[in-house]
């Protein structure tokens, strides 16, 4: 079934079966206002660089009813969320902050992309690339080995995993600034090995931004009218930016909860 037709039906079945929210299952929305109020977001500082990246971030937590949201995207095949999704990932201060020439989706497999109809990452990253008002490169950056589902990999296994597992198919080379755009972060392995080939292509700094990050033990949630606080430097120099007044690390430390050191 073509994406059009997929489209029409879906509209069609939306209009005889009203919608349920993904995230909580009532009737009306596919995300219902309760459910977006309960998506939490993350500090907008970006992590170090690490895996041949210069930065790596996320919006959101991986958590709730999000959670729930991104799954019926992926899993359930709920393209119409994605609109949504990618709205969030368009308005958050992180998405904004983080310098580039172009977007570039993280692929998928031909054989998973033929199961699944469509690459989430790639309509995420359509709302941010229309927001920004930046190019969305797709179909150049590919994943020319087919690797498996990495939800109960270790940091060590995910990086062998997809290990040269993609490489950049277009005579014309990268732009100098790339961002890589995904659905969630995990350890930043699959992000590192795309940084690679993007590099190994050209490429001279490559960055890299998830819509929600998936944390084993999530810092709490702040009481309101306080900020969150930043993870301690461990030994190097704090620092704090005159523009947020808030503190981060110095050279080498990690400035916030983004930063990672695998997918």
Not at 64 to 90: C, D, M, N, S, T
Not at 165 to 190: E, K, M, S
Request: with cysteine; proline share 8%.
């Amino acid at each position: 079934m073509t994406h059009p037709l997929r489209l029409l039906v879906e509209e069609a079945l939306a209009f005889l079966f009203p919608d349920r929210c993904t995230g909580c299952g009532r009737r009306g929305s596919l995300f219902c206002p309760t459910c977006r109020a309960q998506v939490r977001s993350l500090p907008t500082e970006v992590g170090n660089g690490s895996f041949d990246l210069d930065d790596i971030a996320a919006s959101f937590a991986f958590e709730g009813p999000l959670r729930e949201a991104i799954h019926a995207l992926k899993y359930g095949r709920i393209r119409r969320v994605a609109p949504i999704l990618g709205g969030l990932l368009a308005t958050s201060e992180v998405a904004h902050s983080l310098p580039a020439d172009a977007l570039v989706p993280v692929p998928l497999h031909p054989r998973r992309l033929h199961e699944r109809g469509f690459n989430q990452s790639e309509l995420l990253a359509h709302h941010l690339a229309q927001a920004r008002g930046l190019p969305l490169l797709t179909d150049v950056l590919v994943r020319q080995r087919d690797t498996v589902h990495q939800v109960r990999l270790d940091a060590h296994a995910r990086r062998e995993n997809v290990q040269g597992a993609f490489g950049w198919q277009h005579a014309v080379p990268p732009p100098a600034r790339v961002l890589l755009i995904d659905d969630v972060l995990t350890t930043g392995a699959t992000f590192g090995a795309c940084a690679l080939a993007l590099r190994d292509a050209g490429a001279q700094e490559v960055r890299a931004l998830a819509l929600a990050r998936s944390y084993h033990h999530l810092p709490p949630t702040p009481p309101a009218g306080r900020e969150p606080r930043s993870p301690p430097c461990r030994g190097r120099r704090e620092t704090r930016s005159e523009s947020s007044g808030r503190s981060g690390c110095g050279a080498g430390g990690a400035t916030s909860g983004h930063r990672q050191t695998g997918e």
